[in-house]
């Protein structure tokens, strides 16, 4: 199982820095992505922001996030660090994995997940 934390109310322009650790076994050697679901949305309808090989390799981010959000391992939890916020990043952000040390093709699913952390930007 996956949790993730780190969510919270911040105004725009704000930083946040989301964890994700696992609670049962370890993705020491698995690749870890961070989504996010809108208000309004269903999971399967969420983004793909970042995602980050067993070896460090970052995925390429959405280009909502490019500049602004990065993502980092290290040998218990992924963590997702997120600047210069907007409201428009307002969501529930989960993390999952899978067994494979890459990241996932397009067409291609991780099999685990979180159940989410709230983050909200506003005034």
């Known amino acids: 199982q996956l949790v993730e934390s780190g969510g919270d109310l911040v105004q725009p322009g704000g930083s946040l820095r989301l964890s994700c650790a696992a609670t049962r076994g370890s993705f020491y050697s698995s690749a870890v992505g961070w989504f996010r679901r809108a208000p309004g949305k269903e999971r399967e309808e969420g983004e793909a922001?970042?995602?980050?090989?067993?070896?460090?390799?970052d995925s390429e981010p959405v280009d909502s996030v490019r500049g602004r959000f990065t993502i980092s391992r290290d040998s218990t939890k992924v963590y997702l660090q997120m600047n210069n916020l907007k409201p428009e990043d307002t969501a529930v952000y989960y993390c999952?994995?899978?067994?494979?040390?890459?990241?996932?093709?397009?067409?291609?699913?991780?099999?685990?997940w979180g159940q989410g952390t709230q983050v909200t930007i506003s005034t």
């Open positions: 922001v970042l995602c980050i090989s067993s070896t460090g390799r």
């Open positions: 999952a994995t899978w067994a494979k040390a890459r990241c996932p093709y397009p067409s291609e699913e991780f099999h685990y």
